[in-house]
């Protein structure tokens, strides 16, 4: 991916040049508006405000779009239908049978055994959560896209919900997007911070994700991050 | 504290006591001509001898209100679909829709009896007239409010139009179909009523214009009473889908 991101004539990020290494989770960090979503939606091909001036192309030279599953903060779960059926909605909505063996054993990975008729009304958020992350492994896309997916549940939950989409979307490639440097140091390979100047690399731990957040290789990488992010945000200001 | 731990029945039945006795009570004191006001009491009592009369003609209108209903609610939710499925149908038909709110149809019906006749087939294209375009545009308004989050989802599943119809934008419209369905059924009874007074020799608005012309005034207002339970007993049934829809679908 390279080129600039400009919604209307506003530029966003000026010098983007980006690659995204695949079956590896790539983390984008940036404050709000700066463009991070319509970056995600570009490359998911769904409409957007912002418009890219420049190339977006999988390495094979492939079309992404089909291939491509997504993850938003908003669970996006269907309010009149149990979590079974939320979990095979995108296959039902191509007019695919719904392989309900498969739904129910993918929700019994997230932990969500014997609730698969629950209705999203009474399940909580991060049990919504999960019935969104079984949802995007029912369709076992290459590509994953995660638009803060965590950032609404709280703490602990977060930590779980984190673990487990870090375990199950392993050897995928991911795309995180995220306000949160804590984030962006426990789940991702690779990170870059977004402003409106381009992209600036971020240096993590050299462990494997999931990282410990108690380690202290992660804490010294987040106090690190934060440093900087606040550095370019006045730099930006400036 | 008392009255705040009856149920809404009960409280509606108190309040509508309330209401015969203060009539009566102004019948009584004013001593008000009987085809002018009649209390309470004269109504109950016309009702009871001309009961044969009036489950005639109340059969009559109800079947005509239950046909026009059904054809407009037909209607209308076909209208709706299709709308929502083809873009070259709303290209065409929308605007219709939006213009069509503005005109009185039930200023229609006298042009309708012209060219149907005193009979049914006017009665029921009346109710479904008026009936048809609030059920159209309310159900058709929602099923264009998908939000955003569940048109991604569709997007990137790769839903054609029909799926995507059927299995997220029908599901998520059904409380305006509901709201479309209020609308009717207090639009229905005035319709029927409206259609008979401009022509018809049988139901209930016609039984209240022969008793109006013959100043059988506690006659009109029996009349009136039963199609005001009518449109009552149409407003519960709305009332029961729409608790049991919202409790079935699940909606906040």
């Known amino acids: 991916m390279a080129g600039s991101l400009k919604a209307g004539d506003t530029l966003l990020i000026d010098s983007l040049d980006l690659t995204l290494p695949a079956g590896r989770w790539s983390a984008l960090l940036g404050p709000s508006g700066v463009g991070k979503t319509s970056l995600l939606r570009l490359i998911a091909g769904l409409p957007c405000a912002a418009h890219l001036k420049g190339r977006l192309k999988a390495g094979d030279g492939a079309p992404i779009a089909p291939r491509v599953a997504m993850m938003a903060q908003d669970d996006q779960l269907l309010p009149w239908a149990c979590a079974l059926d939320n979990v095979t909605i995108c296959a039902r909505l191509r007019g695919e049978p719904a392989q309900t063996e498969r739904a129910a054993a993918l929700l019994a990975r997230v932990g969500l055994g014997g609730l698969e008729r629950r209705k999203p009304a009474n399940l909580s958020a991060g049990q919504r959560q999960r019935v969104a992350l079984a949802r995007t492994l029912y369709e076992d896309r290459a590509v994953v896209l995660l638009d803060e997916p965590f950032s609404a549940l709280d703490a602990m939950t977060r930590h779980t919900v984190q673990d487990l989409a870090a375990g199950l979307l392993a050897g995928r490639t991911v795309v995180l997007i995220t306000h949160d440097p804590a984030e962006a140091i426990r789940l991702a390979d690779v990170a870059w911070i977004l402003t409106r100047a381009g992209i600036a690399p971020c240096i993590l731990p050299p462990t494997m994700p999931p990282r410990a957040p108690e380690a202290a290789a992660t804490i010294s990488a987040q106090a690190a991050l934060l440093k900087r992010m606040r550095l370019l945000a006045a730099q930006g200001a400036g | ?252």
């Open chain 2, 1 to 252: 504290m008392m009255l705040h731990a009856m149920s809404g029945l009960w409280r509606g039945c108190l309040v509508l006591l309330v209401a015969l006795a203060i009539w009566q009570a102004v019948v009584s004191l004013t001593g008000v001509p009987r085809f002018i006001l009649p209390g309470p009491t004269l109504v109950a009592q016309a009702l009871w001898d001309n009961a044969a009369l009036i489950w005639e003609n109340a059969l009559w209108s109800a079947g005509n209100l239950s046909l026009g209903l059904a054809v407009g609610i037909f209607l209308g939710v076909e209208t709706a679909l299709l709308l929502a499925l083809s873009r070259r149908a709303r290209w065409l038909l929308r605007p219709m829709l939006v213009v069509a709110q503005a005109v009185p149809v039930f200023a229609l019906a006298p042009v309708i009896t012209l060219w149907l006749g005193y009979g049914m087939p006017s009665k029921i294209v009346t109710i479904a007239l008026v009936t048809y375009f609030p059920i159209a545009s309310a159900l058709f308004d929602r099923l264009m409010a998908l939000p955003p989050g569940l048109a991604d989802l569709s997007r990137l599943s790769g839903a054609g139009r029909w799926r995507e119809t059927l299995l997220l934008r029908l599901p998520y419209a059904v409380p305006g179909l509901l709201s479309g369905l209020r609308l009717a059924v207090v639009y229905g009874p005035l319709a029927v009523l409206i259609g008979e007074w401009v022509g018809s020799s049988q139901g209930l608005g016609h039984l209240m214009l022969m008793a109006n012309g013959r100043g059988q005034t506690a006659l009109m207002f029996a009349a009136l009473i039963v199609l005001a339970c009518l449109s009552l007993c149409l407003w519960v049934t709305v009332e029961v889908l729409s608790r049991w829809s919202s409790k079935r679908l699940s909606y906040a």
